[in-house]
């Protein structure tokens, strides 16, 4: 059983996808797996900085994920590139990762499933959706200036994409224990009751 979970930036798709894992379902969290692994990979740093020079660097080595955002987010082309260079290594790390307990209930965590139409690797797909004036606060509160949120958010497939095409939808315009009895009534009558 592979649950995927996705939905708009801000909307709670790590908060969901925690609840789930404390249901006892192991997760994989696909930024994380970026984050952790492939930006620390010695040839990615390196192709980085072949593409977009040494700024894309921090002093301690370490990839400025902040300098690459705004590069991708800038450029279709350039955000297409590092998604060839990302893309496949994320993808490894997950068939790693879920080899290890083929018979498991695993969560997955992918904010850009449809639009890498990843819609085949799971047996189920949850989107969790807000309001977007809702998405922009809560951007705004990580410290992503309101404008740079809501440009972001418009380079992403519209949320209603992924309201349409995914199994079932929580919503996250209320509380943490309203999002809870959503996923809670999920798991006791979705994906893992089928």
Same mark, same amino acid.
């Given at each position: 059983m592979i649950i995927g979970v996705t939905g708009g930036m801000g909307c709670g798709k790590s908060t969901v996808a925690r609840m789930i894992e404390a249901a006892g379902f192991r997760r994989?969290?696909?930024?994380?797996?970026?984050?952790?692994?492939?930006l620390t990979d010695p040839a990615v740093k390196a192709a980085l900085q072949a593409r977009w020079g040494g700024e894309v660097l921090r002093p301690d080595g370490a990839v400025?994920?902040?300098?690459?955002?705004?590069?991708?987010?800038?450029?279709?082309?350039?955000?297409? /590139?590092?998604?060839?260079?990302?893309?496949?290594?994320?993808?490894?790390? /997950?068939?790693?990762?879920?080899?290890?307990?083929?018979?498991?209930?695993?969560?997955?965590?992918?904010?850009?499933?449809?639009?890498?139409?990843?819609?085949? /690797?799971?047996?189920?797909?949850?989107?969790?959706?807000?309001?977007?004036?809702?998405?922009?606060?809560?951007?705004?509160?990580?410290?992503?200036?309101?404008?740079?949120?809501?440009?972001?958010?418009?380079?992403?497939l519209p949320l209603a994409h992924k309201i349409e095409h995914s199994d079932f939808v929580l919503w996250n315009d209320g509380s943490t224990a309203f999002l809870q009895a959503q996923v809670d009534r999920l798991l006791a009558a979705g994906p893992t009751a089928a």
């Open positions: 994989i969290d696909a930024d994380a797996i970026v984050r952790e692994q492939v400025d994920r902040a300098r690459v955002a705004d590069k991708i987010f800038a450029d279709e082309a350039e955000r297409r /590139w590092l998604e060839a260079l990302v893309h496949p290594r994320v993808f490894a790390a /997950w068939r790693e990762q879920l080899a290890t307990d083929p018979a498991g209930r695993w969560v997955i965590e992918v904010p850009l499933l449809f639009e890498q139409r990843l819609e085949n /690797w799971f047996d189920f797909i949850v989107c969790v959706a807000c309001a977007p004036e809702q998405q922009l606060t809560r951007l705004e509160q990580r410290g992503l200036p309101r404008p740079l949120a809501g440009q972001r958010i418009n380079q992403q």
